[in-house]
């Protein structure tokens, strides 16, 4: 099993991260009580896909992501392409989302909530999350419209920022963490964290 880490490449120039070259997982919110949980639906008393009305079973979605830059395979170190940063996205039952956005230049990492709402025609839209003043996705500030679709049977996922997909850049299931954040220029590596990696990964 790999240690620790993850890449990313948006087709559009954009990418997130969790921060932790020293094996920590970082910061996503699943352990993480908040008050606006309290005023949301859980996702399984939520009905969705319109047209059934089922309740909603969310569980296939929960969960914690990386995204994976197809100029870097994942888990090695080398050149990413031009975009150097490490994105994580988590899934809560409770009807929240976070994401974890980090890149060599930044000292710290951003940490962007989502509120998800039941999938219609196999998208799930994110709406701002508690202390959100607007739609951010990594880099991009004012967002109109954000969904995420799950691909099966690897569970991995499909981004869809304002009508457009993200080029170049694949969303799989377990966190990722820096090995190395660029201590050497234009050299990164990113890999799954501690315990992250699933028992089986797909191709």
């Not at 896909?49 to 994976?68: K, N, Q, V």
């Not at 954040?181 to 799954?192: F, I, L, P, S």
Request: with cysteine; net charge negative.
């Amino acid at each position: 099993m790999r240690s620790c880490g993850l890449i990313v490449s948006l087709g559009l120039a954009w990418l997130t991260g969790c921060q932790c070259s020293s094996g920590e997982i970082v910061g996503l919110d699943s352990d993480t009580s908040s008050e606006a949980s309290g005023e949301m639906s859980t996702g399984s008393s939520i009905s969705g896909e319109g047209s059934t009305g089922e309740p909603f079973d969310a569980s296939r979605w929960i969960g914690r992501y990386h995204f994976e830059s197809t100029f870097l395979p994942f888990g090695e170190s080398g050149y990413p392409g031009g975009d150097y940063s490490l994105v994580n996205f988590e899934i809560l039952h409770d009807s929240r989302a976070t994401m974890l956005y980090d890149d060599c230049s930044f000292e710290e990492p951003i940490t962007i909530a989502y509120e998800w709402l039941p999938p219609e025609d196999g998208w799930m839209s994110l709406r701002p999350g508690a202390g959100e003043t607007s739609l951010r996705f990594l880099s991009l500030e004012d967002v109109e419209n954000l969904r995420v679709k799950l691909v099966e049977p690897c569970r991995e996922l499909e981004f869809e920022v304002d009508g457009m997909g993200l080029s170049f850049t694949v969303v799989r299931p377990g966190a990722s963490c820096w090995v190395d954040k660029c201590t050497t220029g234009h050299v990164m590596q990113v890999d799954y964290c501690e315990g992250e990696q699933p028992e089986e990964v797909c191709p």
